[in-house]
């Protein structure tokens, strides 16, 4: 099979276009999601709303717990239409974030 594919190779102009070998080495998965990011459209004119409960602790949480303004950042780098007061709910309602807050003795 493989002289086949060699033999008939010989009759066939092969062109190879340029390869970058400066292209990152990512995941699979983080491959996936970065085209699905690129084919889905996102309209930040209109408010999350209803999705906003599930969104602001989300994007609190990948900002790394670092409070509202951490939070608010990060949103807006990623492009979601989140208000500083939906990332201090967020923040206020973290279970870890209560978890590693110091508690004040009397």
């Not at 970065?34 to 408010?47: H, M, S």
């Not at 709303?49 to 602001?56: G, K, R």
């Amino acid at each position: 099979m493989w002289m086949d594919l060699f033999e008939g190779s010989k009759a066939v102009t092969v062109f190879v276009s340029h390869v970058s070998a400066h292209k990152q080495v990512i995941s699979a998965e983080e491959d996936f999601n970065n085209q699905v990011d690129r084919i889905t459209p996102l309209d930040t004119t209109q408010p999350l709303a209803a999705a906003t409960p599930v969104i602001a602790p989300w994007a609190h949480e990948q900002s790394g717990h670092g409070g509202r303004d951490r939070g608010y950042t990060w949103a807006q780098q990623h492009g979601l239409p989140l208000t500083k007061a939906d990332l201090a709910t967020a923040t206020t309602e973290c279970p870890i974030c209560h978890q590693q807050s110091p508690t004040l003795s009397p």
